[in-house]
């Protein structure tokens, strides 16, 4: 820019006059002759008040012939606009500045001006541009008040001068002010805050900027307007206070723009802060109540709590009303008098209403001014409603649906009683973002609510119901899910009666949340129970179960996708004989059991902890121990030892204390153990099996050992009939006779060595043989001429179950007779 040109355009966005705050002021007469000057004004130009009142400001200017250009004649219409100016300071250095001029009115009827001035690099861009003055001047006709209000007053603080714009917005009308006192002019406490402001700057000299006040407008007024004022000192020509100059900034719109963005901002942070439908909704209306209403409520159709089908929107010629439930009420007055339904109860819809109106269109029903004479819907359809509208003066109504991909979960209604302003078209845009933003939680709730739905439900029929441990041992169990955030987990355990009075328990967890994982759970309790089914020994049933786990995951991946399968699981599985107190332990990535013997002490024993389930690079181990009788074992998923602020050890050394607390059954046991995890919710799923063993009394066990000779089948029958005479088991003593010849002949024809015989009697009767062959015998169907053959026919006939297990040193073939 050369010297002595000028960009000059009217002002007519609040933006383009906000660096009027920290300008430089200066008033002038109608000649353009210097009467007040502020400190910020010696600050950036050099000059004292004593240099340059009573002076020209023309003398100030670079070109001081331009001067006519930056202050129009008196005979144009012209009252306010910028410009864009060269000055000079005082040590010669040339400083763009950027002007902003506007005319005053005094009682005195002479006109003043009051010329801001600010650094141009100190300016936005957007600031610093605009036409020619001679083509503004040109083209202007009745230009519309700048946002910016300008008052100067004397040093009793009366009002000397002001321009149109301060009376039009700040309510005190120009005949008004002039002459007099802000605390005149409009008594109250802003005006004396006001006027106190104005004697600090008076004494210091020091501008004060930023102060916030509202308008001074009547009580009963609907919208009320927010300024942002900066106060200036006026000193004359010897340095002394003229007067105080203040200019007003309108910040209504931004104000509440700044406050919308506030409430949205904040609605990122409490809605949807759980996966939890009905605290969503909720959460929703507290936010709402009072920053945008004074009662809000949120009504959801009843199949969204339970996570089921969407509603579709109601046809144009109207349809079924569905049933809705208050899933939110907030109010100003405590238990919200103004609702004609509790939360959770269930609300009654009208069929012609804003409500059905709403569903149909999908759009927002908005009512500044709500219409409550006879013959409206309220009169003719809502009894209820019509009687709190009444009651609580509520004048001011919007209803928005609350709809996400494509569908529409319920209705959001917000009403203003207390406050007395109608909602205006940016509170329905408000409140339409604020509803969005929580149906997308909702939504995500919901389906969230479906799935767990479904994977408790799945889980929890999968688990045992009534397990039992037989006479081997008494059992109890806890099972909690996850939290609502992660979801059902993978945990299961189980407890399946073996052949000869031993029991199986198993504990498991699959590595995710959800119906996958409970799904895999279910899959892989089923193939448990199959090994277990088979006698087939820990070791060699977590490496069965580990191909499992393997394929499973395979069975998942797209033929051609290069993408690695995995799914991991860890397993525990026990099984315990009663006859000798013996338990075989096995696991595969899981925590080690916790042993408690009678007299209260808690021990982990040390067990090959094995690779998880899915991995399939290490073969498992298995560890026998002996167990006093009444000892208890405690299986469990690390759900119970690992919380999010603490270690599996600091959890074990709980579970230990906890384990270690004597008298209580073992139900009340287990329920004291689950007691002990943190307040806060769960991560993971819990799980806890108790089993206090026992032991089988030496007269429930009768056992014998023969050389293979065919004399062995014959002493075998004698000693079974006299041990079932003993029993009190006379009426079972033919079909037993029969079992066990038929199994002792079958491993003296077919065995290597000495056969053992051994009947054990507890809630039923087992049979069993041992001998040293691992041949596996298979039941034929024989042929009406075939000679052999019908000895395990008949076995299975009378038995009400039978199978084969292998032992280290050979096979055993067991029977259990119908009693």
């Known amino acids: 820019m050369t010297d002595g040109q000028f960009a000059q355009t009217e002002s007519t966005a609040p933006q383009t006059v906000l660096p009027m705050a920290g300008a430089a002021v200066a008033l002038l007469d109608a000649q353009g002759m210097v009467v007040g000057w502020t400190l910020a004004a010696e600050r950036l130009v050099g000059y004292s008040a004593a240099n340059v009142v009573g002076c020209s400001a023309a003398v100030l200017l670079a070109v001081p012939d331009d001067w006519a250009s930056v202050l129009p004649s008196r005979s144009t219409d012209v009252d306010r606009w910028t410009a864009s100016a060269v000055v000079r300071h005082r040590d010669g250095h040339r400083i763009e500045v950027h002007l902003w001029v506007q005319s005053l009115s005094g009682h005195d ?181 009072p920053l945008l209403a004074d009662f809000a409520t949120v009504d959801l159709v009843e199949a969204v709590p339970l996570g089921e089908e969407r509603l579709t929107r109601l046809g144009s010629h109207g349809g079924r009303i569905p049933a809705f439930r208050r899933a939110g009420l907030a109010s100003r007055h405590q238990n919200a008098p103004e609702s004609a339904f509790a939360r959770e109860e269930s609300v009654l819809v009208p069929q012609a209403s804003p409500f059905t109106g709403v569903l149909c269109s999908g759009k927002s029903h908005f009512e500044p001014l709500l219409d409550t004479s006879p013959g409206t819907w309220l009169d003719r359809r809502d009894a209820a409603r019509s009687q709190k509208v009444r009651e609580h003066d509520i004048h001011s109504l919007i209803v928005v649906p609350i709809h996400a991909r494509g569908a529409v979960l319920g209705v959001a209604m917000f009403v203003r009683t207390q406050d007395r302003t109608p909602f205006e078209e940016d509170d329905l845009l408000l409140a339409e973002e604020l509803v969005s933003w929580a149906a997308l939680a909702l939504d995500n709730a919901r389906r969230y609510a479906r799935e767990r739905s479904t994977a408790l439900t799945l889980q929890r029929n999968l688990l045992p119901h009534h397990a039992t441990g037989g006479a081997a041992a008494d059992v109890a ?91 991991i699981a860890t397993c525990l599985y026990a099984v315990y004989d009663p006859v000798t107190r013996r338990c075989t332990v096995a696991r595969a990535g899981h925590p080690p059991p916790a042993i408690i013997d009678p007299h209260g002490s808690v021990t982990f024993p040390d067990l090959p902890t094995g690779a998880p389930l899915g991995v399939g690079l290490v073969p498992f181990e298995s560890v026998e121990l002996e167990l006093s009788d009444g000892s208890v074992l405690a299986l469990y998923t690390d759900g119970l030892i690992e919380t999010r602020d603490h270690d599996i050890e600091a959890g074990m050394e709980r579970l230990s204390t906890a384990l270690a607390r004597s008298g209580p059954t073992l139900d009340e046991l287990c329920s004291s153990v689950v007691d002990t995890l943190p307040s806060t919710s769960s991560c993971d799923d819990v799980t806890l099996l108790l089993a206090q063993v026992h032991a089988l009394d030496s007269d429930q066990v009768a056992s014998w050992e023969f050389e293979p000779e065919p004399s062995a089948v014959s002493a075998a029958r004698s000693l079974a009939v006299a041990q079932m005479a003993l029993w009190g088991l006379e009426h079972q003593t033919a079909a037993t006779e029969l079992i066990v010849s038929e199994l002792v002949t079958n491993a003296v024809v077919h065995g290597s060595g000495s056969v053992r015989l051994r009947l054990i009697r507890n809630q039923g009767l087992t049979c069993e043989v041992h001998d040293p062959g691992n041949s596996s015998p298979r039941q034929r169907r024989p042929r009406d001429t075939d000679e052999h053959g019908r000895g395990l026919l008949l076995v299975d006939q009378l038995s009400r179950r039978w199978g084969t297990r292998y032992t280290p040193d050979g096979k055993l073939i067991w029977a259990e007779p119908q009693l």
Request: net charge negative; proline share 6%; charged share 25%.
């Open 477 to 567: 169990w806890r099972y909690l899910p996850a939290d609502s955030h992660r979801g059902v987990g993978g945990d299961w355990f189980d407890v399946i009666p073996l052949s000869g009075a031993r029991v199986a328990l198993v504990v498991g967890d699959v590595v995710g949340h959800g119906i996958n994982a409970a799904a895999t759970m279910g899959q892989l309790r089923t193939a448990v129970r199959t090994l277990a089914d088979m006698d087939v020994p820990p070791d060699e049933l977590l490496s069965h179960l580990d191909d499992q786990v393997i394929r499973l995951a395979e069975a998942d991946v797209e033929p051609g996708d290069p993408a690695a399968a995995t799914m």
């Open 109 to 289: 009827g002479r006109a003043r001006w009051v010329v801001s001035a600010t650094d141009r690099t100190l300016l936005p861009v957007w600031t610093t541009g605009g036409p020619k003055v001679e083509s503004l001047l040109a083209a202007q006709h009745r230009p519309s008040p700048l946002p910016v209000g300008v008052v100067i007053r004397d040093t009793d603080l009366r009002c000397t001068w002001a321009n149109d714009t301060q009376g039009i917005r700040d309510g005190i009308p120009l005949q008004q002010r002039l002459g007099r006192r802000l605390t005149e002019a409009a008594p109250g406490p802003q005006a004396e805050a006001l006027e106190a402001v104005m004697r600090q700057v008076l004494q210091s000299g020091v501008p004060t900027t930023n102060v916030e006040f509202r308008a001074f407008l009547p009580t009963h007024a609907r919208h009320e307007s927010t300024f942002i004022a900066s106060f200036f000192r006026l000193d004359d020509a010897h340095g002394r206070a003229l007067g105080v100059c203040v200019v007003s900034v309108d910040v209504t719109d931004s104000r509440r723009s700044r406050e919308r963005l506030a409430i949205l901002g904040e609605a990122s942070k409490r809605i949807g802060t759980t996966l939890d439908v009905m605290r969503t909704a909720q959460e929703l209306a507290d936010l709402t109540v």
